[in-house]
């Protein structure tokens, strides 16, 4: 008897423990660890702010410049064309009058206006001309093998460091009618003193002076640039043909260059449109007539004497969107011009 309950104990026992399935539901799994959840909750957390973090994170690293852009740019060109529009005075910025497109009808009479943007283009024509020129010539020299051959680039970069008042006031010395070295230098050779500043062909050749002894040094370190970047292999099949130096100037550098010329070409014309600094300074306390017959008042410094003079902001306003428009202007043309380039390279 005592073995037959032994025996059987243990299955009344497994039945009993049975039993309660039938009444209440019993977890079947291993009871899960609230450290573990935790942890899966954190893991995935971080990897919901990963996903943001990679989507967003590029818009925030340029949202500054946008910002930027916005507020000093875009805010400004827009409110200067609405400006255009009305005739409103620098003293009262917030009455004005809507008269429509007449502030452009009337740069369309303005002697002024054609007199400053005729000096505008013979100085952009008188400073970019010479500097791009020297400055090709300076980066073909650098490009061999000189001696302290980083000396002489910090040097060609020295002038565009320099400070555009600090250069202007040591050019108008330079130019002086009665003491100044140019003069000076002239009598020496034999030639009378000339009026640099009231000439209208000598004052604006001044002016342009300053332009190309600051920016030539700078267009050089692009050709430079640009040169070294042209296989070596091409010179010294060159080399190996007979060509000279200047034959490999004229028939391997210039051709490979073209991009880069025609890209300080655009550069240094909208400079020389939106020319200020240097013609200001030069007028000494005159101002921004650009001389005593405005015989080198640039369109930025007519726009200058409109606004800031004169107080009248809807005329400056039209001037500066005349000079906006001809920015476009240049820049559809050089497109044109480097479609043309490709095409003429994808033919040959």
Known sequence: ?????SAAAPSSVEEGAAAPASGVAVASG?????????ADRRRERRSRWYRRDVKWS???????????????????????GWASLHRVELTAPNDMEWIGLRNYTRLLDDEFFWNALQNTFTIGILSTVPQLLMALGIAHLLNYRLRGSMFFRVAALTPYATSVAAATLVFVMLFGRDYGMINWFLSLAGFEHIDWQN???????AVSSIVVWRWTGYNALIYLASMQSIPSDLYESAALDGASRWQQFLHVTLPSLRPTILFTVVVSTIGAIQLFGEPLLFNGGGGATGGSEHQFQTLGLYLYEQGWTNLHLGRASAIAWAMFLLLIVIGLVSLAVTRWLRRGEGKA
């Open 30 to 38: 291993p009871p899960q660890d609230p450290g573990r959840e935790a």
């Open 1 to 5: 008897m005592a073995s037959e309950f």
């Open 58 to 80: 590029p818009y925030a690293f340029i949202a500054p410049f946008f910002l930027f852009f916005a507020a000093f740019g875009l805010f400004p060109l827009l409110y200067t």
């Open 199 to 205: 000439g209208s062909f000598t004052s604006q050749l």
